[in-house]
């Protein structure tokens, strides 16, 4: 029985992570089962769980991949020279507005069995120390408020998004999925960001 390689193993497990996101944002949460992310990653289930324990072990992991596009994307800018406030103001952006992340919200709208919790648990240290270093780097920038607590803001954020999700994916706004946006970005902008000086 040929060995396979670290590189082979790799590519099928990113398989089954980008198969997770297209069955996501294709079917939304309720098509979100095992069966319909094997077929579309074009895997034997037999090569899901050797990847992954389950279904939720496999959510998290996507969380991880969305997580570190994230902030490799972010500290890209930032050695590329874009100013720290337009960093964190895209950052923002992005996390609200983007809306191929249906697969957060059925992660956490996932069953109660005790590996779904584990998995959640673990997501939201990840989300949280994922992002507070950029939170305190912006601070330090002089680009987002000294007094907050960057643990606690990261969680927030976290939630509020969390929300957006699940009221994406129930299809259930009363104003408009714009019109909370818009008012999302703005309150964290207000509470988050050092007004700058007025130039007039």
Same mark, same amino acid.
């Given at each position: 029985m040929p060995k396979i390689s670290e590189e082979q193993r790799a590519a099928a497990r990113q398989r089954l992570i980008d198969a997770?996101? +297209?069955?996501?944002? %294709?079917? &939304?949460?309720?098509?979100?089962?095992? %069966? +319909? $992310?094997?077929?579309?990653a074009g895997v034997s @289930?037999?090569?899901?769980?050797?990847?992954?324990?389950?279904?939720? @072990?496999?959510?998290?992991?996507?969380?991880?991949?969305?997580?570190?596009?994230?902030?490799?994307?972010?500290?890209?800018?930032?050695?590329? &020279?874009t100013p720290m406030e337009g960093v964190v103001r895209s950052l923002v952006d992005?996390?609200?507005?983007?809306?191929?992340?249906?697969v957060l919200a059925s992660f956490r709208t996932g069953s109660g069995t005790e590996d779904?919790?584990?998995?959640?648990?673990? $997501?939201?240290? %990840? $989300?949280?120390?994922?992002?507070?270093?950029l939170l305190e780097e912006s601070v330090?920038? &002089?680009?987002?408020?000294?007094? $907050?607590d960057p643990e606690a803001v990261?969680?927030?954020?976290?939630?509020?998004?969390d929300g957006l999700n699940r009221r994406r994916a129930l299809d259930g706004f009363v104003s408009s999925d714009d019109r909370l946006t818009a008012v999302i970005i703005a309150a964290f902008e207000r509470y988050l960001l050092v007004p700058q000086e007025d130039p007039r």
């Open positions: 997770t996101v +297209a069955v996501a944002e %294709r079917d &939304g949460v309720d098509g979100l089962t095992t %069966r +319909a $992310i094997v077929a579309e @289930a037999g090569m899901f769980y050797g990847h992954f324990d389950s279904k939720e @072990a496999l959510l998290a992991a996507v969380v991880d991949h969305k997580t570190d596009e994230l902030t490799t994307l972010v500290h890209a800018e930032l050695e590329l &020279g992005q996390l609200v507005r983007v809306l191929d992340l249906k779904a919790l584990h998995a959640q648990r673990r $997501i939201n240290r %990840r $989300i949280v120390d994922a992002f507070v270093p330090d920038a &002089g680009v987002v408020r000294p007094d $907050i990261v969680e927030f954020i976290d939630l509020v998004i």
